[in-house]
């Protein structure tokens, strides 16, 4: 009957758009107010330092600030509204990640300033890759079946890396950055 078949038409489009929210497929234990996303978003700095600070037993403040070569005043304000937001947590004379992952919707005012964030920091670091790094750019053409299809993979992928960090030791601070777009 059509209006069955129109039925589940839209309920196949309801779980393929679900299937798409990575807000529904990836735990995060936080998400800022839209005032405290204007600042973590701001820079990629504050992530970084919230997560190499959850590496072995944590880092001093001229730890962080050696390791990221910033002034003592820049680095106290980020200290201060990372522990205000408890996404950092001082310990004596050490600093430890709090939170352990924060999310932001793609909808945020803040989300394409993260994105950016990241890809420029992504570009600096290109001309001085490491061995055990790599960076891949690829334009590509291809049917539309074919990019749904290559979408619902990159977002499993997501979702799977996303459980096997979540249970791995935190050892080393790195960068994922994937794009996925119509040009």
Same mark, same amino acid.
């Given at each position: 009957?059509?209006?069955?078949? $129109?039925? !589940?038409?839209? $309920?196949?489009?309801?779980? /393929?758009?679900?299937? =798409?929210?990575?807000?529904?497929?990836?735990?995060?234990?936080?998400?800022? +107010?839209?005032?405290?996303?204007?600042?973590?978003?701001? +820079?990629?700095?504050?992530?970084?330092?919230?997560? $190499?600070?959850?590496?072995?037993? =944590?880092? *001093?403040?001229?730890?962080?600030?050696?390791?990221?070569?910033?002034?003592?005043? &820049?680095?106290? /304000?980020?200290?201060?509204?990372?522990?205000?937001?408890? !996404?950092?947590?001082?310990?004596?004379? &050490?600093?430890? *990640? =709090? *939170?352990?992952? #924060?999310?932001?919707?793609?909808?945020?005012?803040?989300?394409?300033?993260?994105?950016?964030?990241? @890809?420029? @920091?992504?570009?600096? $670091? %290109? +001309?001085?890759?490491?061995?055990?790094?790599?960076?891949?750019?690829?334009?590509? #053409?291809? +049917?539309?079946?074919?990019?749904?299809?290559? /979408?619902? /993979?990159?977002?499993?992928?997501?979702?799977?890396? %996303?459980?096997?960090?979540?249970?791995?030791?935190?050892?080393?601070?790195?960068?994922?950055?994937?794009?996925?777009?119509?040009?």
């Amino acid at each position: 009957h059509h209006k069955y078949k $129109k039925y !589940l038409q839209e $309920k196949k489009e309801a779980l /393929k758009s679900e299937f =798409g929210n990575l807000s529904k497929r990836v735990q995060h234990e936080k998400t800022l +107010s839209e005032h405290d996303q204007q600042f973590f978003y701001s +820079s990629w700095i504050y992530s970084a330092i919230r997560l $190499k600070c959850g590496i072995g037993d =944590g880092l *001093t403040a001229e730890e962080i600030k050696n390791q990221f070569q910033l002034s003592t005043t &820049k680095l106290n /304000k980020i200290l201060e509204f990372l522990i205000r937001t408890g !996404l950092l947590i001082q310990n004596q004379q &050490k600093y430890k *990640t =709090g *939170t352990q992952s #924060t999310y932001i919707s793609r909808d945020s005012v803040m989300v394409s300033k993260h994105h950016m964030n990241w @890809r420029v @920091r992504a570009a600096e $670091k %290109s +001309s001085e890759l490491a061995e055990e790094e790599f960076m891949f750019t690829c334009p590509l #053409t291809c +049917s539309h079946k074919d990019m749904a299809l290559i /979408k619902e /993979k990159l977002t499993a992928t997501i979702q799977e890396i %996303s459980q096997i960090v979540k249970d791995s030791p935190s050892e080393e601070l790195l960068y994922l950055g994937i794009d996925w777009f119509l040009v």
